[in-house]
């Protein structure tokens, strides 16, 4: 009997999470996608200097990216609980997403004074670090595992980055002119053997998903396990407290 019960929702549990490595499997093919058509928009890209390799990394980092999420499904039938871990990395993660997308809009297409754009971008890397920590604490309250506590922030950090680097991918066709025109004074483009700014911006931005790709989920577990790490000491503290005496 309990068999029967607990099948319909073991069959629930495992559809939503092939839905979810279907819609981040569409995710990471539109950024492939990106990447390919917004080089090749620009031809004279391809003509500077170390072009390909620039090229190269976001590909690289997003195939490593599909063999964890084409492993989502597997992985997550033989943990106890993952369901809740990717229910709250997931919700955390495209908050987090949305948030970073509204800073790199600020940043690339609206003309604001430094100072603002400095502030705001601070805002939104802090917000972004505060919500990988939130999804630990918050996971390992619920599953009762710090791993999984911490497993939850590299999810987050996933999805979001995920996210952002669509964006910001998109960008590069449909903008970029305006991402050009804040390179123009940039020291690393005036230090460089590059003599094309939109070609620079191209590179530019490719090179900041795949530095966004490699670092966010090392910060995501460093964060996280000091997240979980205060949810499961807060836990165990309400434990051993006494229950007053009526």
């Given at each position: 009997?309990?068999?029967?019960?607990?099948?319909?929702?073991?069959?629930?549990?495992?559809?939503?999470?092939?839905?979810?490595?279907?819609?981040?499997?569409?995710?990471?093919?539109?950024?492939l996608?990106?990447?390919?058509?917004?080089?090749?928009?620009?031809?004279?890209?391809?003509?500077?200097?170390?072009?390909?390799?620039?090229?190269?990394?976001?590909?690289i980092?997003?195939?490593?990216?599909?063999?964890?999420?084409?492993?989502?499904?597997?992985?997550?039938?033989?943990?106890?609980?993952?369901?809740?871990?990717?229910?709250?990395?997931?919700?955390?993660?495209?908050?987090?997403?949305?948030?970073?997308?509204?800073?790199?809009?600020?940043?690339?297409?609206?003309?604001?004074?430094?100072?603002?754009?400095?502030?705001t971008?601070?805002?939104?890397?802090?917000?972004?670090f505060?919500?990988?920590?939130?999804?630990?604490?918050?996971?390992?309250?619920?599953?009762?595992?710090?791993?999984?506590?911490?497993?939850?922030?590299?999810?987050?950090?996933?999805?979001?980055?995920?996210?952002?680097?669509?964006?910001?991918?998109?960008?590069?066709?449909?903008?970029?002119?305006?991402?050009?025109?804040?390179?123009?004074?940039?020291?690393?483009?005036?230090?460089?053997?590059?003599?094309?700014?939109?070609?620079?911006?191209?590179?530019?931005?490719?090179?900041?998903?795949?530095?966004?790709l490699?670092?966010?989920?090392?910060?995501?577990?460093?964060?996280?396990?000091?997240?979980?790490?205060?949810?499961?000491?807060?836990?165990?503290?309400?434990r051993?407290?006494?229950?007053?005496?009526?």
């Amino acid at each position: 009997m309990l068999t029967s019960h607990h099948a319909p929702a073991g069959r629930e549990e495992s559809q939503r999470v092939h839905m979810l490595r279907r819609w981040l499997l569409v995710v990471i093919g539109c950024d492939l996608g990106l990447l390919f058509v917004g080089a090749a928009h620009y031809p004279p890209f391809f003509s500077m200097p170390g072009a390909l390799g620039y090229l190269a990394e976001p590909v690289i980092a997003l195939a490593i990216y599909t063999g964890a999420v084409l492993a989502l499904p597997p992985i997550a039938s033989r943990i106890p609980h993952s369901s809740v871990a990717l229910c709250v990395g997931t919700t955390v993660g495209l908050i987090a997403g949305a948030i970073e997308v509204m800073s790199t809009a600020l940043e690339s297409l609206v003309m604001l004074p430094q100072y603002v754009v400095s502030v705001t971008t601070g805002a939104a890397m802090l917000s972004l670090f505060l919500l990988f920590g939130v999804a630990g604490f918050v996971s390992s309250r619920r599953t009762h595992s710090f791993w999984l506590g911490m497993g939850t922030a590299i999810w987050s950090a996933i999805v979001a980055i995920l996210i952002v680097v669509t964006f910001g991918f998109l960008l590069v066709t449909t903008s970029l002119p305006q991402l050009a025109r804040d390179e123009i004074g940039d020291p690393d483009y005036l230090r460089s053997a590059w003599t094309d700014v939109r070609a620079f911006a191209i590179a530019n931005t490719f090179d900041s998903g795949f530095t966004h790709l490699v670092e966010s989920p090392v910060i995501a577990a460093m964060l996280g396990a000091a997240g979980s790490g205060v949810g499961r000491i807060g836990r165990l503290r309400a434990r051993r407290r006494p229950v007053p005496q009526g």
